[in-house]
């Protein structure tokens, strides 16, 4: 049975950084497409960041650029999403999704497991 779990979330200022960690068991993510994608209340969930089966990264949300960062530690089968830099605006449920292929999708239709989400909330 394939599990997903996200952790890391939590209560941050503007301006500050959070690591997020996604844990796999029963897949492989070292030859896996692995992202990360967020919801905010109210909104379609979007796609932030994925790193390829060949360790490709893909921003798709333009709004991260140059903040946020995607990284694996194929030992550990762990997938981390590092935030730095945030915004008000950057305060939503994130999850981590992976798929049976190497190479990255932007929609939320193209993963074949997902994890239950890790709150992010930036506030002063």
């Known amino acids: 049975q394939v599990h997903l779990v996200e952790s890391g979330g939590g209560l941050v200022q503007p301006g500050g950084s959070l690591r997020l960690s996604c844990a796999a068991s029963g897949f492989t993510l070292d030859k896996s497409a692995t992202a990360w994608f967020r919801q905010a209340p109210g909104k379609e969930r979007e796609g932030v960041l994925c790193i390829s089966g060949s360790g490709g990264t893909t921003t798709y949300a333009n709004s991260v650029k140059g903040r946020f960062s995607i990284s694996r530690d194929n030992g550990k089968n762990m997938v981390y999403l590092h935030l730095n830099s945030l915004k008000v605006e950057d305060t939503a449920v994130y999850y981590c999704?992976?798929?049976?292929?190497?190479?990255?999708?932007?929609?939320?239709?193209?993963?074949?497991?997902w994890g239950q989400g890790t709150q992010v909330t930036v506030s002063t």
């Open positions: 999704a992976a798929r049976r292929y190497i190479t990255c999708h932007m929609l939320t239709g193209a993963y074949d497991y």
